[in-house]
């Protein structure tokens, strides 16, 4: 079974600021992906960005990067010189990477994002 | 439009009524999901679908029903909705696709059931 742990219920950033939203996860699985979520108020759920685990580099998108720290079991986002619009919800999920099995994204309870002027 | 479409956005019904939430997309994705969002538990598998006519229990699929009789459409029933079933529902695929599992949903429907 997999397991995803997001333990900063509420966070705040003041606009411009760097900040990490922390993510770990539990897994048995020797081969798998991680991914992070946005939901902002509006409700709808945004991908952006993936780490798969065998990839030797930290995946970037943009203002994203995730912190892939395999021995640590963590997958933190970083999200620098934070916008107005970063304000929301957002959420770390992990899959099994083999094929088809990527059936059963798993969700943490996710950490809402405040940025502030 | 392309995409994924769910139906209605917001449903307000009674315990023991019969409900179904409709979940339509365009790009033949092979593969279709229901998930259930609660605070304090994030999303949550019901149901998903690897193709037409073939389903399977996700973490938290008692009292629901699924069926997916084409492609493009995975609707979800409620045979009797109880009142711990009041959730935000996404429905979301992607496409038969090894490496990268990246979800599309759908903009989410809001059921509450009194």
């Known amino acids: 079974a997999q397991k995803i742990t997001q333990t900063q219920p509420g966070m705040f950033v003041q606009e411009k600021e760097a900040v990490t939203l922390d993510c770990t996860y539990d897994?048995?699985?020797?081969?798998?992906?991680l991914f992070w979520y946005k939901q902002p108020s509006s409700g709808e759920m945004i991908f952006l960005i993936y780490?798969?685990?065998?990839?030797?580099q930290n995946a970037t998108e943009g203002r994203y990067s995730l912190n892939f720290q395999k021995a640590r079991k963590s997958a933190n986002l970083v999200i620098s010189a934070s916008q107005l619009g970063d304000s929301a919800m957002y959420f770390c999920a992990m899959s099994p990477a083999i094929a088809g099995g990527g059936n059963k994204l798993t969700f943490g309870t996710g950490t809402q994002l405040k940025v502030e002027l | 439009d392309a995409g994924i479409t769910q139906s209605p956005r917001y449903k307000i019904t009674e315990t023991g009524r019969q409900v179904t939430l409709m979940c339509h997309q365009t790009?033949?994705?092979?593969?279709m999901f229901w998930y259930r969002q609660d605070l304090g538990h994030g999303l949550r598998l019901i149901y998903y679908?690897?193709?037409?006519?073939?389903?399977d229990k996700g973490e938290v699929p008692d009292g629901y029903v699924v069926s997916r009789s084409k492609t493009e459409n995975f609707p979800l029933t409620l045979e009797s909705a109880t009142r711990s079933q009041t959730s935000v529902y996404f429905c979301?695929?992607?496409?038969?696709?090894?490496?990268?599992?990246?979800?599309?949903f759908g903009a989410g429907s809001r059921l509450t059931v009194l």
């Open positions: 979301a695929s992607r496409e038969d696709m090894t490496g990268a599992n990246v979800l599309t």
């Open positions: 790009w033949s994705h092979s593969y």
């Open positions: 679908s690897a193709a037409a006519d073939i389903t």
């Open positions: 780490q798969g685990s065998y990839d030797e």
């Open positions: 897994t048995s699985d020797q081969s798998y992906g």
